[in-house]
């Protein structure tokens, strides 16, 4: 039982190291740049301007300015709020947001779906 127990979490850090060693080597913009950075992996790190969850639950990080002048935004799915206690207290404080640049409807965006790519400085 103890080996299959090694055996799994070896291959859970195998399966997961090639998306940290991404990030890792990820670039840090501002969210004025994330539309130059679409498709690939990105570090956006500035100041929030405002946290606002609309009515279908989904949690918008404003960055760049607010909503609708964002340079940028990271979204939280309902099913993945939970996993982010704490997240309306972050307006104002310097965050970096990690992960794929998407465009939704012309705007630069990363999906947030797991707490390791939010960190609040």
């Not at 740049?33 to 609309?54: F, L, M, N, Y």
């Not at 609708?68 to 104002?92: C, E, M, R, T, W």
């Amino acid at each position: 039982m103890r080996a299959l127990v090694i055996s799994l979490g070896l291959a859970m850090a195998a399966a997961l190291a090639p998306a940290l060693a991404e990030t890792a080597q990820a670039p840090t913009i501002r969210p004025a740049d994330a539309k130059s950075h679409v498709g690939q992996t990105a570090i956006v790190e500035a100041a929030v301007s405002d946290v606002r969850t609309a009515r279908s639950g989904v949690t918008f990080i404003d960055m760049g300015g607010r909503y609708p002048d964002n340079g940028f935004v990271a979204v939280i799915f309902v099913g993945d709020i939970a996993k982010f206690p704490g997240v309306q207290g972050l307006q104002g404080k310097t965050v970096a947001v990690s992960g794929p640049v998407e465009l939704y409807q012309g705007r630069p965006e990363i999906i947030l779906r797991s707490a390791d790519q939010l960190r609040a400085e």
